[in-house]
T-cell receptor
Framework: DAKTTQPNSMESNEEEPVHLPCNHS???????IHWYRQLPSQGPEYVIH???SNVNNRMASLAIAEDRKSSTLILHRATLRDAAVYYC????????????????FGKGTSLLVT | NAGVTQTPKFRILKIGQSMTLQCTQD?????MYWYRQDPGMGLKLIYY???????DKGEVPNGYNVSRSTTEDFPLRLELAAPSQTSVYFC??????????FGNGTRLTVT
């Protein structure tokens, strides 16, 4: 699986936008970019995913670089409830790997909101 | 829908004891997974199942066993607990290419 690189931690002020970066220089043409987040004492939850175009949903926006070697998860107005670990994960279009449809979770970015 | 339900939420075991972590989902998902998460680390895949009666090892299967007799349930068994198995265990499920749904975890301490 192609690897992703994220900062270990970031800080944000409440009510301000947050841009969480992810580098994936070895991404393949069929890899989707997925974002999950893990709130304290909870399991990870799906946030958003995309392939080439920018994507928006009620939780966040995903901005994907033109060369697809990096992406940014955007929280438009951070709240205290957005404090979590955010994971950027690549998954092949077909999804199927040696472990069914399992995802590989790295350490992610720990977001502190104050 | 309850989603993915894990029990118990917390457990303390003595070295050498056994226990079963329960996981059940009500979404009729074929694929189910067990992950463990050590402090400050990402999640590591222990075992997975692609359907009732079919299971396979993930990245860190040693010391664990699983079974999948029904679509809904995917229990994880620890036979001889060791301190290295102190961790938070997460169960997840999916239909396939759709997002994974996770339970809220079981925090296990082995002393």
């Amino acid at each position: 699986d192609a690897k992703t690189t994220q900062p270990n931690s970031m800080e944000s002020n409440e009510e301000e936008p947050v841009h969480l970066p992810c580098n994936h220089s070895t991404i393949s043409g069929t890899d989707y970019i997925h974002w999950y987040r893990q709130l304290p004492s909870q399991g990870p939850e799906y946030v958003i995913h995309g392939l080439t175009s920018n994507v928006n949903n009620r939780m966040a926006s995903l901005a994907i670089a033109e060369d697809r070697k990096s992406s940014t998860l955007i929280l438009h107005r951070a709240t205290l409830r957005d404090a979590a670990v955010y994971y950027c994960i690549l998954r092949d279009y077909w999804g199927r790997s040696n472990s069914g449809y399992a995802l590989n979770f790295g350490k992610g970015t720990s977001l502190l909101v104050t | 829908n309850a989603g993915v339900t894990q029990t118990p939420k917390f457990r303390i075991l003595k070295i050498g004891q056994s226990m079963t972590l329960q996981c059940t989902q009500d979404m009729n998902h074929n694929y189910m997974y067990w992950y463990r998460q050590d402090p400050g680390m990402g999640l590591k895949l222990i075992y997975y199942s692609v359907g009732a009666g079919i299971t396979d090892k993930g990245e860190v299967p040693n010391g664990y066993n699983v079974s999948r007799s029904t679509t809904e349930d995917f229990p994880l068994r620890l036979e001889l607990a060791a301190p290295s198995q102190t961790s938070v265990y997460f169960c997840a499920s999916t239909m396939g290419r759709s997002p994974l749904h996770f339970g809220n975890g079981t925090r296990l301490t082995v002393t």
